[in-house]
């Protein structure tokens, strides 16, 4: 079983930027791929980016690609999520999740069997 522990969020204006971090603990973190999922308000949760266990592939959902970018040290066990050019549309609760398998892509459609508290960011008009 894997901890997740996100940080990072915030309230910021629509333009701005925040980065997130997840710390992972209790197993090998550097044989997983990972991922960033949001939730907001009466709606579902949905896929924001994932990156494979090495790191050498990326997803993203198309309403943030290029503003957004998933990264990860495995020395540090962390997986991070830049996001940048903030619309109020972002505003979410955003969790930090590990894929079940090990050895995985990190793809939209993974399985991923752990998950982190969530941290808050709100984007303000």
């Known amino acids: 079983q894997v901890q997740l522990v996100e940080s990072g969020g915030g309230l910021v204006q629509a333009g701005g930027s925040l980065r997130l971090s997840c710390a992972a603990s209790g197993r090998t973190f550097s044989s997983y791929a990972m991922g960033w999922f949001r939730q907001a308000p009466g709606k579902e949760r949905e896929f924001v980016a994932g990156?494979?266990?090495?790191?050498?592939?990326?997803f993203y959902a198309d309403s943030v690609k290029g503003r957004f970018t998933i990264s990860r040290d495995n020395a540090k066990n962390t997986v991070y999520l830049q996001m940048n050019s903030l619309k109020p549309e972002d505003t979410a609760v955003y969790y930090c999740?590990?894929?079940?398998?090990?050895?995985?892509?990190?793809?939209?459609?993974?399985?991923?069997?752990?998950w982190g508290q969530g941290t808050q960011v709100t984007v303000s008009s």
């Open positions: 999740a590990a894929e079940a398998g090990a050895y995985g892509l990190g793809s939209p459609s993974a399985n991923f069997g752990s």
């Open positions: 990156i494979s266990w090495r790191g050498g592939r990326t």
